[in-house]
């Protein structure tokens, strides 16, 4: 009676923790309450076995049964999954070599115990525990990905699979199997753990290099699009200066027009002095202001003011802006253009009786806080990643390169859509 306790005491293990592996290493379909429904009715099925097998004392006819009936019930338990059928034998196969592997390695190791029947049921449930823990915590990933190229590894596992199976079915006595085959099958414990173990540490590897690869050609995309969005504000920076130097000259003529107007004075030309003022007011000649000592985000920022003035769009402008720090001045100055440009474009869609604004803030505290809010139109929204998208060719580049910077800094960047208000705060 002791014996068939054990027996089945040690066959429920088998069964419960099989069930559980098997969907540790696979994706179900429906939700968890159907999968433990399917679970309890695997295992009911494998008690019923087990015992039947248990009573009549046949271990040998048990260790064949279990082969066909694992395969059974793979096929049957297939719909469950969202994995191809391919996949899902692969899946199936590794499960049962994992079994024979534990199976041996239990029975083996249990006869060195005072109760080695004891000691086979608690060896076993902790092997089981110890590669569920291995695959949550470890080896998953990599499983899945193993899964994904089923046709590269399917030969290794269908020979494992074929090698220990010669043992557990093609045999008239499944316990002297177990002991006049015991090393030939511990060097297949062995194999099987170094080609698996391989395979993981392969693919680790291969991971690791193109997670690294894939870095790279990130830091390469975003590399072109700042030197593409710079080669863009050099030319805005040149426009400046072009009209800076313009502003200089007409200073330089104010001068002389001054004098003249002086001079006609002095003469008692009043009518010929007030003709020229009045020419003189109709000229419009930009004026340049200071918003911070950093001179590229003053530039950059004196430039966009004034072109959101002729559009008619009122700025609040609070810049504490140094001339030097942390980060790139030129690289800073590209992100406050491609912000102010965007805001420019944004409020140019609205409807003309909407309130038309840009609110921009730049304060050094530690950290720079960079925050720019505008008025938007209701249909504005972010794609599932935060930030904004549009679907237009050519458009889009002026935020990937905002992009590129926080993802260089290491920069806090969110984007807020709420109320009929496009705000974007950038924290490096």
Not at 161 to 171: D, E, L, P, V
Not at 352 to 377: A, D, H, M
Request: net charge neutral.
């Amino acid at each position: 009676m002791e014996e068939l306790i054990c027996n089945l005491l040690r066959g429920s293990v088998t069964s419960i923790m099989n069930v559980i592996l098997l969907f540790t290493l696979t994706k179900t379909k429906f939700s968890h309450g159907s999968t433990i429904i399917a679970s309890v009715l695997v295992l009911i099925i494998s008690m019923g076995s087990i015992i039947w097998f248990y009573v009549y004392g046949d271990l040998t006819a048990l260790s064949r049964f279990n082969v066909v009936m694992f395969i059974g019930i793979g096929l049957a338990l297939k719909p469950l999954t969202r994995i191809s059928f391919m996949q899902w034998t692969f899946t199936y196969l590794t499960t049962i070599n994992i079994m024979m592997v534990i199976i041996f390695l239990s029975f083996q190791l249990g006869k060195a115990f005072p109760h080695p029947q004891i000691a086979n049921i608690l060896l076993r449930l902790v092997f089981y525990i110890i590669v569920l823990i291995l695959f949550k915590q470890f080896l998953l990933p990599l499983y899945q990905s193993m899964v994904k190229n089923w046709p590269v590894f399917s030969a290794l596992v269908i020979c494992i699979f074929c090698n220990f199976t010669y043992y557990f079915y093609f045999t008239d006595d499944i316990q002297m199997t177990l002991l006049t085959s015991k090393w030939p099958l511990y060097l297949l414990v062995l194999l099987s753990l170094t080609a698996y173990g391989t395979v993981f540490f392969s693919l680790k590897r291969f991971t690791a290099m193109h997670e690294i690869e894939t870095e790279n050609l990130k830091i390469q995309n975003d590399a072109g699009l700042l030197y593409q969005a710079a080669s863009a504000l050099t030319d805005r920076l040149q426009l400046m200066d072009e009209a800076a130097h313009a502003h200089n000259l007409a200073s330089h003529d104010r001068r002389h027009f001054n004098s003249m107007i002086l001079s006609l004075l002095e003469q008692g030309e009043i009518e010929e002095a007030k003709g020229c003022l009045l020419r003189q007011n109709t000229v419009n000649v930009s004026r340049s202001r200071v918003y911070c000592e950093n001179k590229a985000v003053n530039a950059v920022v004196s430039y966009y003011a004034d072109k959101a003035a002729h559009s008619g769009i009122e700025t609040v402008i609070n810049l504490t802006v140094p001339a030097q720090m942390g980060v790139d001045s030129m690289e800073l100055a590209l992100v406050v253009s491609n912000l102010f440009e965007n805001a420019i474009k944004g409020i140019s869609l609205l409807p003309e009786e909407q309130e038309r604004f840009i609110r921009l803030t730049c304060l050094e505290t530690g950290r720079l806080l960079l925050e720019i809010v505008n008025p938007c139109s209701q249909t504005v929204a972010l794609g599932t990643d935060g930030y904004p998208y549009t679907n237009e060719d050519g458009h889009g580049i002026g935020t990937k390169s905002i992009i590129a910077f926080a993802s260089k800094h290491d920069a806090e960047l969110l984007y807020h859509v709420e109320n009929g208000l496009f705000r974007v705060r950038l924290l490096i």
